[in-house]
């Protein structure tokens, strides 16, 4: 996720420190358009949107998008009363209107959109009703919280022709965009393998956020907050750390692989669910009750392309998505894009001729230097090209693709269809682990099978 936190900022220190040791030649990408911040916007040509949850990645979305030009928040909804007053704190507005009951928001005629970071469990209610209402909606990612209610999602967007975009940055980062183009040009051929990859080894990024101290019945409202999960009696660990049980969140499956496999989807130009996913995993670290994984590795099968997928919470290890091709690779990392090219030709005479008597394997060896060896002041020279810039995961330009679109209503590159393709995914993962078999997309049922 996107945020401001010295954690992120101390990864990309880091990773452009390495960068500049490692070999290769680097260029620089320019940072992505997003208008004319110092025009004056004309009242009658800004966007106006309610925001629906200020917590953890609302509190980054919200300053993030007032921050673009011609863009005003009139509103904001949380049911934990604490947000309110951040709400407020975060635009800078005293009287900014709060309220815990989002539907208020839903119902005002001078709102043109809304931006929604609620828990999973409450994405398909919330897109719905904003559809319903003739309301545009950003929706953080993953999609849904089960592969069912995607498709209700994906109806209540296309019955009210509304704008729906689902929060995976890396279908907006410029990063991304050039890592497609290059793909699209050949750079590596045609694809034969994708390798996504990332790790976390420290309790915040394991989800142990501490709940808010005023945490009670009394500034939350509980029972609303479950929605349609159990009942069960308040528990502000459950409410901060939602992340941790399916009946509230999907797991390292919605919080990461799905960033991973929307830029895959980006990057590549596929657009449906995989065939099939194996799973495995467990919780090996993390024995706080949770009863999601804490390590997950999944193999899906694209139209028979292998998608290997590995994210834990144990170890730090790099964000990196891996396109293998016969031409070579195209690394994108989290601030980075490297591309290295293959030839795949022989480099130096073969080791199998070793079994050769003498006489042949000299003959061998001739023959191959004569038609092999580099002529002389004309040695080739390889060399990785590494790609630097906006990071992989591109908040800003993702809020500004939105909001144009909702001016221009032309159509966004992660919309409804494409979320629930890469929500899909991740409930199939989820859903081999937990049946601990391999499980299967029927495209005529719209559901998983095992």
């Avoid at 208008?35 to 009242?43: E, H, I, L, T």
């Avoid at 979320?419 to 078999?437: L, R, T, V």
Wanted: charged fraction near 20%.
């Amino acid at each position: 996720m996107k945020n401001s936190f010295p954690r992120r900022q101390f990864l990309q220190t880091s990773a452009m420190a390495a960068g500049s040791l490692a070999a290769g030649r680097g260029i620089l990408l320019d940072p992505p358009a997003l208008g004319q911040a110092s025009k004056p916007v004309a009242p009658s040509d800004r966007i106006r949107f309610g925001m629906i949850g200020i917590g953890m990645q609302g509190s980054g979305l919200l300053p993030e998008a007032i921050s673009l030009p011609g863009v005003e928040c009139v509103g904001a909804a949380d049911l934990y009363d604490g947000r309110h007053t951040l709400a407020k704190e975060i635009t800078n507005n005293p009287s900014l209107p709060v309220t815990r009951h989002y539907k208020e928001l839903l119902d005002r005629k001078d709102i043109d959109c809304i931006v929604a970071a609620v828990p999973d469990h409450w994405h398909k209610r919330v897109v719905v009703d904003a559809c319903n209402a003739g309301k545009d909606i950003y929706c953080e990612k993953p999609m849904s919280h089960s592969a069912e209610q995607g498709f209700e999602m994906v109806e209540a967007s296309h019955k009210n022709n509304r704008i729906v975009q689902i929060g995976s940055q890396r279908v907006s980062s410029n990063l991304c965009a050039r890592a497609r183009e290059m793909y699209h040009a050949g750079a590596i051929g045609d694809i034969a393998m994708v390798e996504l990859s990332l790790g976390r080894n420290d309790p915040t990024g394991a989800w142990e956020y501490p709940p808010p101290f005023d945490l009670s019945p009394e500034t939350l409202d509980w029972d609303t907050w479950l929605n349609d999960a159990p009942k069960i009696p308040f528990n502000k660990y459950h409410f901060a750390r939602w992340r941790c049980w399916k009946e509230y969140g999907t797991g390292v499956g919605g919080d990461l692989m799905v960033h991973l496999i929307s830029g895959m989807q980006y990057t590549l130009g596929w657009n449906e669910p995989p065939r099939s996913a194996s799973a495995m995993g467990g919780i090996f670290r993390w024995k706080d009750g949770r009863n999601m994984p804490d390590l997950h590795v999944v193999l899906f099968d694209y139209h028979g392309i292998p998608v290997y997928v590995r994210l834990g919470l144990g170890t730090e290890t790099p964000e990196l998505a891996r396109f293998m091709g016969p031409k070579g690779l195209l690394d994108a990392g989290e601030f980075d894009l490297r591309y290295s090219p293959q030839k795949g030709i022989d480099i130096a005479p073969s080791y199998y001729t070793t079994g050769f008597p003498q006489k042949m394997r000299d003959e061998y060896l001739a023959q191959w230097h004569a038609q092999n060896d580099p002529q002389l002041g004309k040695e080739p020279l390889s060399s990785d090209v590494v790609y630097r810039g906006h990071d992989w995961d591109d908040m800003k330009p993702h809020l500004w693709n939105f909001f144009q679109a909702v001016k221009s209503r032309k159509p966004v590159v992660e919309d409804a269809v494409f979320g629930n393709h890469a929500a899909i995914a991740c409930h199939m993962a989820n859903e081999s682990y937990f049946q601990k078999k391999p499980v299967f997309w029927d495209a005529a049922a719209k559901k998983i099978t095992a």
